[in-house]
């Protein structure tokens, strides 16, 4: 049966919410869910002038706010921005810090202590590249993820968004990263003298970015048997039906032909063998 409040316990409530309590601190002292305080807020139309239970929980009121969940001051840029209700132009901030809400998400998903969950993704250094946390990578923040065995659902450990994303990519598969390995270390291919012919706009624009002409392109295409030169498989893409041109980023030579995942694999290693070998002895 859902547990009642008294009058007492409402006006006292009130008070405490005024005062600058959050809703878990209500939802503790009470006994009730956050339901239950928010149809009294919303009885009291006191719903929609501030979030945290202090006028200056808005973007543009103070430089720091209070996190629910962790109880910290801290700045604006610790948080996000809540944009389904507004006051006067001023959007308030989410009541979780971006650290929280990402520890909670982790735990529900994953089934960790709060202690193990944050030891995860406070881990200073990503387990695979060794690179920091906090450090800006082709103009992202790098943030911490925590990394499992999708078959088993063991965690491995914590990684850096790039190297989550093509274990991701790869699908564990040691295989496939030893295959995209030697794939960088084989010499470029010799490709025949282009043909002067007309072609569509997807030809020109791989003229136009990689040099390659559309008759080069039919020639790797012959040479890979329609086939990607990492998983050895057609291109099962429908955003991307045909191969896509692969190229290093340093020479600018065309190294071959690659399926959508393979070659998006390769970027976020950072097209490093040393990082692939890496990623299969971590998976391993």
């Not at 990689?210 to 291109?235: I, M, N, P, T, V």
């Amino acid at each position: 049966m859902r547990k009642r409040l008294t009058t007492a316990q409402v006006t006292e409530l009130i008070q405490r919410f005024t005062a600058g309590a959050t809703y878990t601190e209500l939802t503790k002292r009470f006994g009730v869910g956050s339901r239950a305080v928010w149809h009294h807020l919303k009885k009291h139309n006191l719903l929609g002038t501030r979030q945290l239970g202090r006028p200056s929980e808005y973007v543009q009121d103070a430089p720091t706010f209070k996190c629910g969940t962790c109880t910290q001051q801290l700045p604006r840029t610790a948080f996000g921005v809540r944009t389904n209700f507004t006051r006067g132009g001023l959007r308030p901030v989410r009541w979780r810090c971006f650290t929280c809400e990402v520890t909670t998400a982790a735990m529900s998903r994953y089934r960790l202590t709060y202690e193990h969950t944050s030891a995860l993704l406070t881990q200073p250094l990503c387990g695979l590249c060794g690179r920091a946390q906090n450090s800006v990578y082709k103009g992202r923040v790098r943030r911490m993820f925590i990394d499992h065995d999708h078959v088993t659902g063991r965690i491995r450990g914590a990684l850096c968004e790039n190297c989550n994303s093509g274990l991701g990519l790869v699908r564990d598969s040691c295989a496939l990263l030893t295959s995209l390995q030697v794939y960088i270390e084989r010499p470029a291919p010799i490709l025949a003298p282009p043909e002067a012919r007309p072609s569509v706009a997807w030809m020109r624009h791989i003229t136009r970015r990689y040099g390659l002409s559309g008759s080069q392109y039919e020639q790797l295409e012959r040479d890979q048997a329609g086939q990607c030169l990492g998983c050895k498989q057609f291109s099962q893409s429908a955003k991307f039906p045909r191969l896509l041109v692969d190229h290093c980023h340093a020479a600018g030579q065309v190294r071959g032909l690659l399926c959508y995942s393979c070659n998006l694999a390769l970027g976020k290693f950072g097209n490093d063998p040393r990082l692939l070998a890496k990623a299969r002895a971590y998976l391993t």
